[in-house]
């Protein structure tokens, strides 16, 4: 699986992104978004199930209230809508696909990959 994050940039305190995350038959797969800030460990940051499954969705409590994943199956793609974005924000952001969502907050995923900057800075 050839994963394709796009949509980083560089915004203000309090501004919004959207990542998207694409590859061929996406839909067969469970898809969570991760981060890496420099000097820190990756976190998970959200993830959403097969749509056949519920497409039940999971986050983070950083993220929680401010980010919404969502997928578009006909589209093979995921989305990650960063509402209210503060400097701590500021990370690679990565997608990475599973079979199921039961230990993705633990980033164990099957194939990542490369990520999108985003950068929050007044």
């Known amino acids: 699986v050839q994963l394709q994050a796009s949509g980083g940039g560089m915004v203000q305190p309090g501004g919004s992104l959207t990542l998207s995350c694409a590859a061929f038959n996406l839909d067969y797969y469970s898809v969570g978004w991760f981060r890496q800030a420099p000097g820190k460990e990756r976190e998970g940051v959200s993830c959403?199930?097969?749509?056949?499954?519920?497409?039940?969705?999971y986050y983070a409590d950083s993220v929680k209230g401010r980010f919404t994943i969502s997928r578009d199956d006909a589209k093979n793609t995921v989305y990650l809508r960063t509402n209210g974005l503060k400097p701590e924000d500021t990370a690679v952001y990565y997608c990475?696909?599973?079979?199921?969502?039961?230990?993705?907050?633990?980033?164990?995923?099957?194939?990542w990959g490369k990520g999108t900057q985003v950068t929050v800075s007044s």
């Open positions: 990475a696909t599973a079979l199921g969502c039961g230990s993705w907050y633990s980033g164990s995923m099957d194939y």
């Open positions: 959403i199930s097969l749509s056949k499954n519920g497409g039940s969705t």
